[in-house]
C-alpha cells in the first residue's frame, strides 16, 4: 500500500435528497413506491457485493508480499486489474483465490500516468470474472464497495463513500476503510460495474510524526483510454506469445 501525504486537500462535497409522498395513504399502510424502492436498493447493492466479492483475489510476490485485485476478463481474455506498485518489482506474481487455486499471472500493462496494472492469467475455476467496461466518472457522494486482503485477513469488503478528489495525483478520494494489502482491490458501484483500483491510504503529520489516515481512500479511476491502452498491450502480449 502506498503511503500519500496529502497536503491542502480540497473537499468537494454533494447533498441530495429524494422525498416521496402519497396525500392518499393512511397511516401505517404500506408505501408501494417505498417498496420499489426497497427492492430495487436490495437488488443493487447484491450486484455490487457479489461481483465484488466473487472477483477478488490475492497477488502475492515471489519473493513475499502481498496486494489485491481483481479478476476480469478482457477482449475474450482472463486478466487480474491491480495496483501497479504491487506488481512493479517483478513480472511474474502468484494469484491466489480463496477456494485454494494458485496460478501464474504475467504482467502485461502498467500505466505510466496512473498506479493501474494488469497481468494475463488462466481462467479460474471458483471467480466470476467481471467486465472492464466504459463508464463516467464517479460523483462526490456516491457510495462504492471494494473487497481485499488488507493485513494478514482473508476478504475484508469495505463500503465507502466518494468524497472529493486530489487534483495533485489526479486521484479521488474515498471515505472508508483501507489499510496495507488492499492495495489493487477494485472498486464497484451500486450497479455492480467496475469503476477503479484502490491505491494508497492518507498520511498526516501529527506531532512531528506521520500518521496514516484509514478512513481516507486514494483510488485511481479506469478511464476509456486506461481500457484502450490495456488492450493494445494485451494484444501485443499475446501476439509475442504466439496466442
Known sequence: MNIIRKLNTVFLFSLIAIFVSSSNEAIGSENPVAEIVKNT?????????????????????????????????????????????????????????????????????????????????????????????????????????????????????????????????????????????YSGSGVFDSSGKLRAVVVAIGVESFHGKPQPLESIVYVFEITKDDILEMKKSLEVSLRNNGK
Open 41 to 181: 436498493t436490495e437488488v443493487l447493492f447484491d450486484a455490487q457485493q457479489k461481483n465484488s466479492r466473487n472477483s477478488a483475489v490475492k497477488i502475492k510476490g515471489l519473493l513475499g508480499g502481498h496486494g489485491s485485485g481483481t479478476y476480469a476478463e478482457l477482449n475474450g481474455h482472463k486478466v487480474v486489474v491491480t495496483a501497479k506498485h504491487v506488481v512493479d518489482d517483478i513480472e511474474i506474481h502468484y494469484v491466489v483465490t480463496p477456494g485454494g487455486e494458485k496460478v501464474l499471472g504475467q504482467v502485461v500493462w502498467k500505466s505510466k500516468t496512473k498506479d493501474v496494472a494488469i497481468l494475463k492469467i488462466p481462467q479460474l475455476m471458483t471467480r466470476t470474472p467481471v467486465q472492464i467496461q466504459k463508464t463516467d466518472y464517479l460523483n462526490v457522494g456516491q457510495g462504492v464497495l471494494y473487497t481485499g486482503y488488507p493485513a494478514s485477513y482473508e476478504m475484508l469488503t469495505s463500503r465507502a463513500t466518494v468524497s472529493g478528489f486530489a487534483d495533485e495525483y489526479n486521484a479521488t478520494l474515498l471515505q472508508g476503510f483501507v489499510w496495507f494489502g
